[in-house]
């Protein structure tokens, strides 16, 4: 009978924890593609294919982003591949699947709470109280309200399952063989969602010591060892192609080479980790340079924050020794904590909210652990009393994150709902100005309505500014800038002057000179165009629109050599464009050889090019030939392009 109760109260549990994570992220579903989806979802060329993509996500990068390469990450991408397939493209079949894939980790943390750290032992309530404060903590709205981010959900969940599986192999004496197998195929699934998965590993290790089972036998051994070639493999396949690099403006400390001012500036950061677990406003789409400035470990918060982390590993690592749970989850924390907390490694950002994932569970779990560990001890309190205020404690907690949550998640709607809301909270971060103008940009460009057009485009500019003031000395700003009253507020002298601005930071800067050159082509200042297209193809000399232009510019300042030159090696590298057709058949008019010059415009016609001047220019060539057939086929092309 007591058995039949446990299994029916653990199935209401589970209950409780999937309409949780319904009522939580519910409406998520409604969002359209947020941050950065774009680029696993609706820019993803091999997930657009669906189930015919599937071999391509695993030989290609997790996304690709102006010419930056993220590592592999193939079970995301190919979740989004297969509701390509079945829901086409489809965000809000995506955040389903999204909230879907919560409820699934929901179950798996109280699952592992319960079998594998056996909290329910310490009392009943402290694994339940500690998913649920896990599962309404606002700090994980980044991830769970984000499809780009599902890389993570699916880490998270399959890495769960691996320690669920493995504990389970290592904790029984025989006969668990198949446990094995599982917890192989789950870590290797962990893997392939997102490399950090590896810490896992370390996960299991600690709690397999604590818990006494690395038992000296060949098969554990082997099971260790061949988790271990998993890491390795998936280290050499995931970074194969990956380019990625931390910039200043992402991580100063990545060019920073005092110790002092590194620690400082990481102990910091680390307070902020354990002050947005207690009070998680406000939160922001990103964070970088300067939102934690660099700062010496000596200045008073990074010290008082360096003594008390010190103070608690000490504590954790004491109890652990001691086999009390309380230090196992401490030293959980830290171990997770470690890889995020730019000791070793600059993380991208200097702090994220999804990077808290993982730590927050073990950091949420000691804490309430050592408050009912507290109560515990006082004399003056009775068991029931104890229960009482953690359940307070707790229970205020928890309502105030629904609240936050539930909220935070309507920000997410799409890319400017949430950064116009989060903007206010920005003013020191260099890319967070940066990302928002970007997508105030994007915004103008594809407002068909005037007025929102140009409302975009300003705003745009407004926040250009503010990144271009934080750090004045990079180029891009300006550029940006350039391109925004170019291509958004039709404005060809500003963007001369801001182009001319980035030039002058960096005279080698090829979109900067190719923008420059082009402008001045279009205004018929041929030498000058001929001098910033020169530049440009020097740094990018297999960039289409380069050749072109580059090309024209010199047949109109007469280096018909460098014109050939240049045009020879645009065909050779583009033979299915017009382009370098159009071009070989300027030359040749220009040396008089009318003849080859239509032969090439003539390509350049059958490849696309609809230009009416071309059009016109054939039709009359070939009716002076008596050719009617092929004057009278122009004169139609040059009818139909008109209309």
């Given at each position: 009978m007591q058995k039949a109760a446990a299994y029916t109260t653990k199935n209401w549990i589970y209950f409780l924890l999937i309409v949780l994570a319904f009522v939580l992220y519910g409406n998520t579903i409604q969002n359209d593609y947020g941050l950065d989806d774009g680029y696993v979802v609706t820019a993803?060329?091999?997930?657009?294919?669906?189930v015919d993509g599937i071999q391509e996500i695993f030989d290609n990068p997790y996304a690709v982003v102006d010419g930056i390469k993220l590592d592999s990450r193939p079970i995301a991408l190919i979740t989004y591949a297969l509701e390509y397939?079945?829901?086409?493209e489809n965000p809000h079949i995506s955040h389903f699947f999204n909230v879907l894939f919560f409820a699934i980790t929901l179950i798996l943390i109280y699952l592992v709470l319960t079998k594998v750290y056996l909290l329910d032992k310490e009392h009943f309530l402290l694994p339940l109280i500690i998913t649920l404060l896990y599962a309404v903590h606002p700090i994980h709205t980044e991830v769970f309200a984000s499809l780009k981010n599902r890389d993570e959900i699916l880490s998270l969940l399959f890495g769960l399952s691996f320690l669920y599986a493995a504990d389970t192999y290592f904790s029984k004496p025989s006969g668990k063989w198949q446990y094995a197998l599982l917890a192989l195929l789950f870590f290797a699934l962990c893997l392939m969602s997102k490399i950090v998965g590896f810490v896992f590993l370390g996960v299991f290790i600690i709690t397999a010591i604590f818990k006494r089972n690395l038992q000296v036998k060949k098969w554990n051994y082997?099971?260790?060892?061949?988790?271990?070639?998993?890491?390795?493999?998936?280290?050499?396949?995931?970074?194969?192609?990956?380019?990625?690099?931390?910039?200043?403006?992402?991580?100063?400390?990545?060019?920073?080479?005092?110790?002092?001012?590194?620690?400082?500036?990481?102990?910091?950061?680390?307070?902020?980790?354990?002050?947005?677990?207690?009070?998680?406003?406000?939160?922001?789409?990103?964070?970088?340079?300067?939102?934690?400035?660099?700062?010496?470990?000596?200045?008073?918060?990074?010290?008082?924050?360096?003594?008390?982390?010190?103070?608690?590993?000490?504590?954790?690592?004491?109890?652990?020794?001691?086999?009390?749970?309380?230090?196992?989850?401490?030293?959980?924390?830290?171990?997770?904590?470690?890889w995020y907390s730019n000791l070793v490694i600059p993380y991208t950002g200097m702090f994220s909210e999804r990077a808290m994932l993982l730590s927050s569970l073990w950091f949420i779990a000691f804490v309430v652990m050592g408050i009912y560990n507290i109560l515990k001890s006082q004399k003056k309190l009775n068991a029931k009393q104890s229960n009482v205020i953690v359940l307070l404690i707790s229970g205020v907690f928890f309502t105030a994150f629904v609240y936050m949550t539930i909220q935070r998640n309507f920000l997410w709607k799409n890319n400017i709902t949430l950064m116009e809301h989060d903007i206010v909270n920005l003013d020191n971060s260099v890319m967070g100005n940066f990302i928002y103008a970007n997508n105030l940009k994007a915004e103008s460009k594809k407002s068909e309505i005037a007025e929102d057009k140009r409302a975009y485009g300003e705003k745009a500019l407004y926040y250009y500014r503010q990144a271009r003031n934080l750090a004045p000395a990079y180029p891009e700003f300006y550029f940006k800038m350039g391109s925004t009253f170019r291509y958004n507020l039709n404005n060809a002298d500003s963007a001369k002057r801001y182009f001319g601005y980035a030039i002058s930071l960096d005279s080698l800067y090829a979109d900067a000179n190719f923008e420059l050159g082009k402008l001045y082509f279009e205004q018929q200042v041929f030498d000058r165009s001929y001098k910033y297209l020169k530049r440009a193809y020097e740094r990018q000399p297999n960039d289409s629109m380069t050749l072109f232009y580059f090309a024209q510019s010199a047949s109109n300042v007469n280096e018909l050599s460098v014109c050939y030159k240049v045009n020879q090696e645009f065909l050779k590298l583009y033979p299915n464009?017009?382009?370098?057709?159009?071009?070989?058949?300027?030359?040749?008019?220009?040396?008089?050889?009318?003849?080859?010059?239509?032969?090439?415009?003539?390509?350049?016609?059958?490849?696309?090019?609809?230009?009416?001047?071309?059009?016109?220019?054939?039709?009359?060539?070939?009716?002076?030939?008596?050719?009617?057939?092929?004057?009278d086929y122009y004169q139609q092309l040059l009818s139909d392009t008109a209309k």
């Open positions: 993803n060329k091999y997930v657009q294919k669906g397939e079945f829901f086409g082997l099971f260790l060892f061949i988790c271990v070639l998993f890491i390795l493999r998936a280290v050499s396949v995931s970074f194969k192609d990956a380019n990625r690099q931390t910039t200043f403006f992402e991580n100063p400390l990545s060019e920073n080479k005092d110790l002092l001012i590194h620690l400082g500036t990481c102990f910091n950061i680390l307070f902020y980790h354990i002050k947005v677990m207690f009070f998680p406003a406000p939160l922001r789409f990103y964070y970088g340079y300067n939102v934690f400035e660099l700062t010496s470990l000596f200045t008073p918060l990074a010290f008082i924050s360096f003594l008390l982390h010190i103070a608690l590993l000490v504590y954790g690592a004491v109890k652990y020794f001691k086999k009390q749970t309380i230090g196992l989850l401490i030293v959980l924390y830290f171990a997770i904590l470690f464009l017009p382009y370098p057709y159009l071009n070989l058949g300027v030359y040749y008019s220009k040396i008089l050889k009318d003849d080859s010059a239509v032969t090439y415009l003539d390509k350049a016609v059958a490849l696309g090019a609809r230009d009416p001047k071309l059009l016109q220019q054939l039709s009359v060539y070939y009716g002076n030939k008596k050719d009617n057939q092929k004057r």
